[in-house]
């Protein structure tokens, strides 16, 4: 269970600062499909990477079985997000000189997994994997940054705005396959939108307002990726 207590979190400083996180206490049990919803500025983005250990909190906790990443010293916070965690950016970060293959076989070797392949594969980019982030689509480009962090087998799936850049059909196809995944491994799976259609996917609802949590809801029943709206 990841649990947070009191969390704050503030850039600047004197005239200038910005309190970002104003107080937010949550749970979320293991293996859930949580949906972080809020507008531009609400701070789910910030929410999101203090609680995965991208950045740390001004105050209070955040706990994994009871252990409080925010204690924790740089090169165990790097340690821990290695060995359990997994990120999807709108942003693709693939490295440019790697082919699709090497870059999603850098989150399989943190895991030794060795059926990274397969992964491909399912992502429909078997015929790519020669291939290089410059000659592939936008659409192919998430893709592969998707593959690269399943392959790594995390216990908690972090996502950001992950459909961001992509077209309808893409994406539906991006979280459907998500959403299988998730199905079949029941790890964590947490993401950020300010889309409420996608919302309908998750069995948690966090929705977020102006650095503070402004209801926590849970779907009576989850849509599939090509059930919801777009």
Known sequence: ???????TKSYGSGSSENKVLKGISVSIEDGDFVVILGASGSGKSTFLNVVSGLEKADGGSVKYDGRDITKLSDKEL???RKESIGFIFQQYYLLPNMTVEKNVRMGADLS?????KEIIEAVGLGDKLKSYPSELSGGEQQRVSVARALAKRPKIL??????GALDEETGR?????ISKLHE???????MITHNQNIADMAKTVIKMNSGKIADVY???EQKTAYEIGW
């Open 184 to 190: 079949k491994h029941r790890f964590t799976v947490i």
């Open 158 to 163: 972090f996502l950001d705005e992950p459909t």
């Open 1 to 7: 269970m990841i649990t947070t207590e009191n969390i």
């Open 78 to 80: 790097t340690k821990f």
């Open 112 to 116: 030794g997994n060795s059926d990274y």
């Open 173 to 177: 196809q991006v979280l459907d396959y």
């Open 218 to 220: 849970e779907n009576a």
